[in-house]
């Protein structure tokens, strides 16, 4: 027997904002059934889990004991400025003068997530 991973769940403050944050990182649409206000909010990916997020009362406080992994199809610099563009905040920089590394950044309700090099990138480099 196995599992499905169905969903990755966020808890926030605000479901549909942080959904609307994502639906945007991703370029796929928060669920039709969702409006604002709601106390949970989808963005359903095609090619893997969703993003679901489930208002709760507490704010966040540590970091994040999981996070999300990026590769975009552009290039990693490129990405990441789109993604300050949006709202996110850079949290740490792990680029190396070589290439290879990732950038720390943070959605707007402070959830670290990383962003990678592109696929053009990781060709590049081998």
């Not at 669920?31 to 090619?47: F, I, N, Q, R, T």
């Not at 990678?116 to 060709?123: H, K, L």
Request: charge should be negative; include cysteine; proline fraction near 7%.
């Amino acid at each position: 027997m196995t599992s499905l991973v169905r969903h990755i769940t966020v808890d926030c403050k605000d479901a549909y904002a942080l959904a609307g944050f994502w639906s945007q990182v991703t370029g796929h649409p928060i669920s039709d059934d969702d409006e604002p206000g709601d106390p949970e909010a989808l963005v359903a990916l095609p090619d893997g889990p969703g993003l679901l997020f489930i208002q709760v009362p507490e704010g966040k406080t540590v970091k994040n004991r999981v996070h999300l992994d990026l590769q975009p199809d552009t290039t990693r610099d490129a990405e990441v400025e789109r993604l300050l563009g949006l709202g996110a905040t850079q949290v740490a920089d792990h680029r190396r003068p070589d290439g290879t590394g990732w950038v720390v950044l943070a959605d707007p309700e402070g959830n670290e997530f990383c962003v990678e090099r592109g696929t053009a990138e990781r060709s590049a480099q081998s």
